[in-house]
């Protein structure tokens, strides 16, 4: 009784008991849910209950939430960029940076080159026009790359911008 891998994998491992040697009758192929019985040496199914999947998240056992499911296939489908620019606290002018840097994305240290001037150039115009919110520069920021990674490599990572007043 295959137990491990998905339905191809388990008519493999079936395939290979067979190969072996062992009897069609012998071998038995269920799913998730499948009762088994055992008796005097065969093993039939003999039921079904209805089950559902238990998700393990760290020390967390049980039902996760949407949204941290969604959360968790954007970083699987497009990665994760964070960024980083210190702002003058009364003038929203940059102190320093942006920095940006990524995981899942790129492993080239040089990817975000490209877009730090396209940052700096929408904070110092936010900061012409007298935006200084930092929630309105971080919007900004997250809009700036996400919309040059869309046209640059048609992904949609997961941004985490970070303005740091100073």
């Known amino acids: 009784m295959p137990v491990h891998g998905e339905w191809r994998h388990l008519r493999a491992h ?8 062992l009897a069609d009758d012998r071998v038995v192929l269920c799913e998730d849910g499948d009762v088994v019985d055992l008796v005097d040496g065969v093993a039939t199914i003999t039921g079904h209950l209805m089950c559902r999947y238990v ?14 499911l969604s959360e968790r296939r954007i970083l699987s489908d497009g990665g994760f960029i964070a960024a980083t620019v210190v702002v003058d606290s009364v003038t929203g002018k940059v102190v ?12 080239d240290p040089a990817a975000f080159d490209e877009v730090v ?18 929630h309105q520069l971080r919007q900004l920021v997250r809009r700036s790359i996400g919309r040059w990674v869309n046209d640059r490599y048609r992904r949609r990572p997961m941004i985490v911008p970070n303005v740091v007043e100073v």
């Open 14 to 21: 079936a395939r290979l008991a067979l190969d072996a040697g």
């Open 55 to 68: 998700y393990v998240d760290g020390l967390t056992i049980g039902d996760i939430g949407e949204s941290l």
């Open 96 to 107: 320093a940076g942006p920095t940006v840097s990524a995981k899942g994305f790129s492993e």
């Open 117 to 134: 001037p396209l940052v700096t150039e929408a904070l110092n115009k936010a900061a012409a026009d007298g935006i200084t919110d930092p």
